[in-house]
C-alpha cells in the first residue's frame, strides 16, 4: 500500500524535464557488493526493456567489482568518495563521517548535470548520498531493499523514498512505513534466459559451490575436508568458485582425491552454471537467494555469520521453511556432515526434485519488470501529456 505525501513534487521540482518515455534518464544509486550490484543491473535492464532509448548512469564508491561488473554492461558509470561507517572501529568511522558532506554536494553535482527523472537506491553505503542528494533536488526517488532484513543505509533512507520495493513479506512486519511494495528481488536477464535445468536423473551429482563475488574460505576448507571422507568411486562433478586466494589449495585438493572439477576464482556464466547444477553449496545473500529461487536450483545454505544482524541466516530461513533448501550454520560446518548430506542427495535424487519445485514456487522472476512498471506509473510516463521543462535557476 503507497500514500502520496512523499510523491515528486511536479510544480516545485527543479530537475525534472519534460518526460518522454522514448527518452527516460534513470540513476542507480549502491552497489559495492555483488548482492547490491546484480539487482541495480536486472533494474536498469527492465527500464532498457520497456524503453530502449533509455539512459542508465550507475553511481557507486568505484569497488573493483563495479568497475568489473558494470564494464561489460554498456550501462554508464561514476562514483563518489564514501566509505561505510558499521563495524570500523571509531578511527575509521569518524573519517568516513567526514566524507558524507562531501560525497553529498558531489552527488548533486552529479545529478544536476545528467538531469535523471528518477533515482533508484539499491543499498549500500555509495547509495546514501545520492538518494540524500535526489531528495534535496526533488528528483523521484525509490529504494529496492534485497534482504528480509533492511539494511542500515535504506533504513535510513526510507523517510526520503516515494516508494520501497521490498524482496521478502517478513519484511513488513519489521520495516515502519506503509509505502512498500512487494516484488521480490530483480534477477538478471542473462540469468533468466535459457536457464531450465537440464535433467537431474543422471547418475552423477553436480555441485556448484560459490562462497558470492570474493569466495569463502570456511565453504573451501570444508569442501576439501569432505572430500577426504567420500568414498573414491562416488559420482560427484563439482563446479567450484574459490576467490582468488584459495583457488590453488581447492584445485590441489580435487587432483589429489580425483574428482573432476571446474575450480575458478569466479564464474562469469552463471545462467550455464546454473542449467549443469542438481545442488548449490553457497552462502544466504538475498541476490543468491533470489537467483536460486527464479531458476529452481535447490541449495545447502551457509549463512556468512558476521552478515549485519544476521540477514543472511532470515534469508535462507524463509527458503528451508518451505523446503527449498537446507541451512547449516557455519559454526556447525565440517567434513563429515557435508559428506554425509552429499551422500545422501546422491542416494536420494527425487529429494533434490521435490525440494527444486518447492524453490521454484519463491521465484518472483518478474521482479524487474514490476519495479519498472510502478517507477513508470509514478512518473507517470504512460499518459498522453508531458511535463513542461522548469525554468532553470
Known amino acids: 500500500m503507497f500514500i502520496d505525501q512523499n510523491a515528486p513534487d511536479k510544480a516545485d521540482s527543479q530537475l525534472t524535464e519534460s518526460i518522454d518515455s522514448r527518452?527516460?534518464?534513470?540513476?542507480?544509486?549502491?552497489?559495492?557488493?555483488?548482492?547490491?550490484?546484480?539487482?541495480?543491473?536486472?533494474?536498469?535492464?527492465?527500464?532498457?526493456?520497456?524503453?530502449?532509448?533509455?539512459?542508465?548512469?550507475?553511481?557507486?564508491?568505484?569497488?573493483?567489482?563495479?568497475?568489473?561488473?558494470?564494464?561489460?554492461?554498456?550501462?554508464?558509470?561514476?562514483?563518489?568518495?564514501?566509505?561505510?561507517?558499521?563495524?570500523?572501529?571509531?578511527?575509521?568511522?569518524?573519517?568516513?563521517?567526514?566524507?558524507?558532506?562531501?560525497?553529498?554536494?558531489?552527488?548533486?553535482r552529479k545529478l544536476w548535470a545528467f538531469r535523471p527523472h528518477m533515482v533508484v537506491g539499491v543499498g549500500g553505503y555509495s547509495a546514501g548520498p545520492v538518494v540524500t542528494a535526489a531528495w534535496m533536488l526533488r528528483i523521484p526517488r525509490v529504494l529496492h531493499e534485497q534482504n528480509l532484513l533492511p539494511g542500515v543505509t535504506n533504513r535510513i533512507l526510507a523517510r526520503l523514498a516515494n516508494r520501497i520495493y521490498i524482496s521478502f513479506a517478513d519484511t513488513e512486519g519489521r520495516w515502519e512505513t506503509d509505502r512498500m511494495h512487494l516484488t521480490g528481488n530483480p534477477v538478471r536477464q542473462s540469468l533468466l534466459a535459457g536457464t531450465q535445468r537440464e535433467d537431474a536423473c543422471r547418475e552423477e551429482l553436480?555441485?556448484?559451490?560459490?562462497?558470492?563475488?570474493?569466495?569463502?574460505?570456511?565453504?573451501?576448507?570444508?569442501?576439501?575436508?569432505?572430500?577426504?571422507?567420500?568414498?573414491?568411486?562416488?559420482?560427484?562433478?563439482?563446479?567450484?568458485?574459490?576467490?582468488?586466494?584459495?583457488m590453488g589449495m581447492v584445485k590441489a585438493?580435487?587432483?589429489?582425491?580425483?574428482?573432476?572439477?571446474?575450480?575458478?576464482?569466479?564464474?562469469?556464466?552463471?545462467?550455464?552454471?546454473?542449467?549443469?547444477?542438481?545442488?548449490?553449496?553457497?552462502?544466504?545473500?538475498?541476490?543468491?537467494?533470489?537467483?536460486?529461487?527464479?531458476?529452481?536450483?535447490?541449495?545447502?545454505?551457509?549463512?556468512?555469520?558476521?552478515?549485519?544482524?544476521?540477514?543472511?541466516?532470515?534469508?535462507?530461513?524463509?527458503?528451508?521453511?518451505?523446503?527449498?533448501?537446507?541451512?547449516?550454520?557455519?559454526?556447525?560446518?565440517n567434513g563429515d556432515l557435508l559428506a554425509e548430506r552429499l551422500t545422501a542427495f546422491i542416494e536420494h535424487p527425487e529429494r533434490l526434485e521435490t525440494m527444486a519445485a518447492a524453490a521454484r514456487t519463491l521465484g518472483r522472476p518478474a521482479a524487474a519488470a514490476e519495479i519498472v512498471a510502478d517507477c513508470l506509473a509514478l512518473l507517470e510516463l504512460e499518459s498522453s501529456s508531458a511535463q513542461a521543462e522548469p525554468e532553470k535557476q
Open 253 to 333: 585438493a580435487y587432483a589429489r582425491h580425483g574428482v573432476e572439477a571446474q575450480v575458478r576464482p569466479f564464474f562469469d556464466d552463471m545462467a550455464d552454471c546454473y542449467r549443469w547444477a542438481d545442488l548449490a553449496i553457497c552462502r544466504a545473500g538475498a541476490t543468491t537467494v533470489a537467483e536460486l529461487t527464479a531458476v529452481g536450483l535447490p541449495a545447502l545454505f551457509v549463512p556468512f555469520p558476521f552478515a549485519a544482524d544476521d540477514h543472511q541466516r532470515l534469508n535462507a530461513q524463509a527458503v528451508v521453511q518451505a523446503n527449498g533448501g537446507q541451512m547449516v550454520l557455519e559454526e556447525n560446518l
Open 23 to 108: 527518452h527516460l534518464r534513470v540513476v542507480i544509486a549502491g552497489g559495492g557488493t555483488g548482492g547490491h550490484l546484480f539487482p541495480g543491473i536486472a533494474i536498469a535492464e527492465a527500464f532498457a526493456e520497456r524503453h530502449p532509448a533509455t539512459e542508465i548512469m550507475f553511481i557507486g564508491s568505484g569497488r573493483p567489482l563495479e568497475i568489473s561488473v558494470l564494464s561489460q554492461t554498456g550501462f554508464g558509470f561514476d562514483t563518489i568518495a564514501i566509505e561505510g561507517l558499521k563495524g570500523r572501529g571509531r578511527w575509521n568511522q569518524l573519517r568516513a563521517a567526514f566524507k558524507i558532506p562531501g560525497a553529498v554536494w558531489a552527488s548533486m
Open 206 to 246: 553436480n555441485l556448484l559451490v560459490m562462497g558470492g563475488s570474493q569466495g569463502a574460505h570456511a565453504l573451501n576448507m570444508a569442501l576439501i575436508d569432505a572430500l577426504a571422507k567420500l568414498p573414491a568411486d562416488t559420482p560427484l562433478c563439482v563446479r567450484h568458485q574459490t576467490g582468488t586466494k584459495d
